[in-house]
């Protein structure tokens, strides 16, 4: 299919304030709104546009940031959107206009806010740069929206997830949620069963589908079509044929859909919740939820099937159309995913025994005003990556939940995957490969309980970058990780200096723009001013626990000494 969607290069003006919505029928609540309406507009636009994005925070009680999520932003690190990683948050009142070149990617990616959990309140949208020549022909396409829904708002929420009364991190279950559809830069009327797709007989459609949830994993799939697999993540791969599609937080899939021939029945499109996500699902969640493909208005609905929640194939054995080899690691990078009761007896999650905190100067400018090589200077969750470096991420799940693991800035080739890295059995714990020819990318990877993956890219894009769970209770609770990547270069390339835009921002939220992750340029290890912790809790006998068992022995020691004494003098026989 050539290019079919005309856009120049142009600004789009995005004033963030709230509204009232009611998507899901069942509740109204407030919601983050762009221009006043929800959801917020979607962006269309083809490879080698430059969309210039204007937000403005209306909000009025809490500052914000957007990300473009999967953009490499080349050069541009600080457009990034992350809030103490690429720049200070945008304060209400005011402006700031994100520059997002699109020259070197193409296919679906989304745009979110990336503050204080604001995408889970609806400030999210789809994000798609159509390729001029792209690599399979269809007649249409449509971009398909699933998300999780909750009717209370995210910051009452994080509080009660990040509670003593919550000890085991069980995170909050959405009310609901929604299906709906987008079309040429415009959604299509309707949510969940009021929402549709018009179909034609014998047309190839192409689905983007995007997963915006806060938690919850979806099982994809359509009633009487075959799906094909031709997309994830940005990354064109050979067609892929399905029955049903997991799709985790953050991660895209387009998906190639012939349309029948006969129009005597209108199909039912599944998206159901997977429940394994969620400690308990209340009465009144419905998991499984649906729209339609509407072939005549007049036509009935088929019935529908069930499908078994596995997988045709993983995503990690898709293989992409244009081969991307990579080599032998030279840097490694652990990071173990841990979950445990806190020093503040939270139940924190953390990399490396690490809850991540944000620092006061965005870690971006500590790079570019120092280009210190040294990890410390950046904070206690970061790692300095050298500039041209085979990076591999090994990350190891030791939770007993699925997790979503995304990486800004960059994909990352999926050289390894274990679903249990206990296990002797080659099929579930393969050994690790050295070069690879041809594996995976993508820029967001689900970990199974137990499993791990080896993630491996070249460090030659140099700036700030997060890495961190896409579970958004999880990435709040600190399983996030800071990657900077030849900070060196950044502090001697003129040309890779933050606009002054950034500086401006940071100065209107008195936030430094220098200095060590505290915003000190003495000392690297001087965080003073910046709150730490909590840190995980330490077992054994501590100075204040001896000393309060000293002292309960004591107590007693002396109590029975008094009994003795008052028995043996024989005070109180004569009573």
Not at 47 to 71: E, K, P, R
Not at 144 to 164: K, M, P, R
Request: hydrophobic content about 40%; proline content about 7%.
């Amino acid at each position: 299919m050539s290019s079919w969607f005309c856009l120049s290069s142009s600004g789009r003006a995005w004033n963030i304030s709230y509204a009232q919505a009611n998507p899901d029928g069942l509740f109204e609540r407030r919601v983050i709104t762009v221009n006043g309406t929800w959801p917020p507009p979607p962006i269309e636009m083809n490879q080698n546009d430059t969309s210039v994005l204007h937000v403005y925070n209306g909000l009025g009680d809490v500052a914000t940031a957007i990300h473009h999520h999967g953009m490499f932003l080349r050069n541009h690190s600080y457009f990034d959107g992350a809030v103490g990683i690429s720049q200070c948050p945008i304060p209400p009142g005011y402006s700031f206009d994100y520059t997002i070149p699109t020259d070197m990617q193409i296919g679906t990616y989304w745009v979110h806010g990336h503050a204080f959990g604001q995408y889970v309140d609806g400030l999210r949208a789809p994000f798609i740069i159509h390729n001029p020549t792209e690599s399979y022909t269809y007649d249409a396409e449509f971009t398909v929206i699933i998300a999780d829904w909750y009717h209370t708002e995210h910051s009452i929420l994080l509080g009660q997830f990040l509670n003593i009364a919550n000890p085991t991190g069980a995170e909050p279950v959405p009310d609901s949620g929604l299906i709906y559809f987008t079309q040429n830069g415009e959604y299509l009327p309707g949510f969940n069963d009021n929402a549709t797709l018009p179909f034609e007989a014998g047309k190839t459609y192409r689905l983007r589908v995007i997963n915006m949830s806060a938690l919850a994993m979806f099982w994809f799939w359509i009633d009487g079509h075959q799906l094909q697999i031709i997309e994830a993540d940005g990354v064109d791969v050979e067609a892929a044929p399905i029955d049903i599609q997991s799709i985790s937080v953050a991660q895209r899939y387009s998906f190639l859909v012939k349309a029948r021939n006969d129009t005597n029945a209108n199909w039912l499109i599944h998206a159901n919740m997977d429940p394994a996500m969620f400690d308990t699902v209340p009465d009144s969640l419905n998991l499984n939820l649906t729209s339609s493909i509407t072939y005549a208005a007049s036509a009935s609905i088929d019935p529908g099937t069930t499908m078994d929640y596995v997988n045709t194939i993983d995503d990690h054995l898709l293989v992409p159309l244009l081969a991307q080899p990579i080599g032998v690691a030279n840097q490694t990078v652990p990071l173990n995913a841990f979950f445990a009761t806190y020093s503040d007896g939270f139940n924190h999650a953390s990399f490396q025994n690490i809850t991540f905190n944000t620092p006061l100067t965005p870690t971006y400018l500590s790079a570019t005003s120092s280009g210190s090589m040294d990890p410390a200077w950046y904070g206690p969750s970061a790692s300095v990556l050298q500039y041209g470096n085979v990076i591999e991420l090994m990350v190891v799940n030791w939770d007993i939940g699925l997790h979503p693991f995304h990486l800004h800035g960059h994909k990352f080739a999926i050289v390894w995957k274990s679903f249990d890295v206990t296990s002797n059995d080659p099929t579930i714990n393969p050994p690790v490969p050295g070069y690879s020819a041809t594996p995976m990318w993508r820029d967001t990877e689900m970990v199974p309980p137990g499993g791990a993956v080896r993630l491996r890219f070249v460090a030659d894009n140099p700036g700030a970058w997060f890495f961190h769970c896409h579970i958004d209770w999880h990435l709040s609770s600190g399983l996030a990780w800071a990657l900077i990547e030849a900070p060196d270069v950044l502090y001697s390339t003129p040309t890779l200096q933050a606009a002054p835009a950034i500086y401006s921002q940071c100065a209107q939220g008195n936030f430094p723009t220098t200095g060590n992750a505290a915003g000190h340029n003495d000392s690297a290890t001087d965080y003073s001013g910046w709150k730490l912790g909590p840190y995980p809790q330490q077992l054994g006998w501590h100075a204040k626990g001896i000393g309060a068992m000293f002292g309960c022995v004591l107590s007693a020691v002396l109590g029975m000494g008094a009994v003795v004494w008052y028995g043996a003098t024989g005070i109180g026989s004569d009573i």
